[in-house]
């Protein structure tokens, strides 16, 4: 199983970054795919998790109404749209998979990583 995180970048607060997942060795639709983020000094944080066949989502409660996340069977990717981006949203972003048609507690048991993408915003 391979992940591979892109779309990081700087920004100035209240803009937008769009953030992609390509995912493969996995049966896609029906696993879980997570955005989790990392800022220096600070636990990594579960950010939004979606199971493309069933359309279960999570957010977590810091990003909910700002950042979208949504994924294409087609292209087997799985992207994080951020908007009214925040200085505190500064992290690295990593996205992760497990199988398995569920979300819930998602935090607890992504089992394959991928590398993270740099995301800052400026104030």
């Known amino acids: 199983v391979q992940l591979q995180a892109s779309g990081g970048g700087l920004v100035q607060a209240g803009g937008s970054l769009r953030l992609s997942c390509a995912v493969s060795g996995l049966t896609f639709g029906n696993s879980a795919i997570a955005w989790f983020r990392q800022a220096p000094g600070k636990e990594r944080e579960g950010v939004a998790c979606i199971v493309s066949d069933n359309d279960d989502t999570v957010y977590s409660d810091s990003v909910k109404g700002r950042f979208t996340i949504a994924s294409d069977n087609a292209k087997n990717t799985v992207s994080l749209q951020m908007n009214s981006l925040k200085p505190e949203d500064t992290a690295d972003y990593y996205c992760?998979?497990?199988?398995?048609?569920?979300?819930?507690?998602?935090?607890?048991?992504?089992?394959?990583w991928g590398k993270g993408t740099q995301v800052t915003v400026s104030s």
């Open positions: 992760a998979a497990e199988y398995g048609p569920s979300c819930s507690d998602y935090g607890d048991r992504m089992y394959y």
